[in-house]
């Protein structure tokens, strides 16, 4: 910077003298504008370079989680039911859909045609009516499948260890 001249007195100096004196103001009130201009220019440089870092760093932790595979987001595998169990709740799935069936042979005195008629079925279950009295249920989603002919024997039956594996718990006071 430049040095600063001594000001001459305001009050009553010459034509000179004031014209120096409003050239010097202006030259110092230019100087306050320009540090001013720079100090700001200064600021938004540091801010720009700030933002610029985060951006990257932004992008690197993006790239990261999308193809860097950390560990912390990995979900481990979810075990299936084991094949006992599938079992199990296939024979006890065919118990509730014959005591459906039951129900309804004894509210309409027959066996429905279909068990659409029962509402919402299983999809590997199928029926086939023998007379009034008498029908099959197959399970086909399990290995083996299993068979139910309610001639051959009672309901209850069916479910065998069905029911203790799967923790279903029946009462064994029915009237």
């Known amino acids: ?21 409003a050239i010097l103001e202006r030259d110092s009130a230019l100087k306050a504008r320009i540090a001013a201009i720079e100090a700001r220019r200064e600021r938004d440089t540091r801010r720009a370079s700030v933002g610029s870092v985060l951006v990257i760093v932004l992008a690197l932790a993006a790239a990261y989680l999308w193809f860097g595979d950390p560990p912390f987001l990995r979900r481990k595998p979810v075990p299936g039911p084991s094949p006992s169990s599938l079992h199990a709740g296939a024979r006890f799935s065919l118990y509730l859909l014959g005591c459906r069936l039951e129900e309804f042979r004894l509210k309409h005195g027959r066996l429905p045609d279909r068990l659409d008629a029962l509402g919402s079925v299983p999809a590997a279950v199928s029926y086939e009516r023998i007379d009034r009295r008498n029908y099959v249920l197959r399970y086909t989603g399990v290995q083996p499948p299993i068979v139910y002919d309610s001639s051959m024997g009672n309901l209850s039956q069916l479910t065998g ?15």
């Not at 430049?2 to 120096?20: V, Y």
């Not at 203790?164 to 029946?170: A, F, R, Y």
């Open 1 to 21: 910077m430049s040095q600063s001249l001594p000001r001459p007195p305001l009050d009553g100096g010459s034509e000179e003298q004031k014209a120096i004196s």
């Open 161 to 175: 260890l069905a029911v203790e594996s799967l923790g279903v718990s029946v009462s064994e006071n029915r009237p």
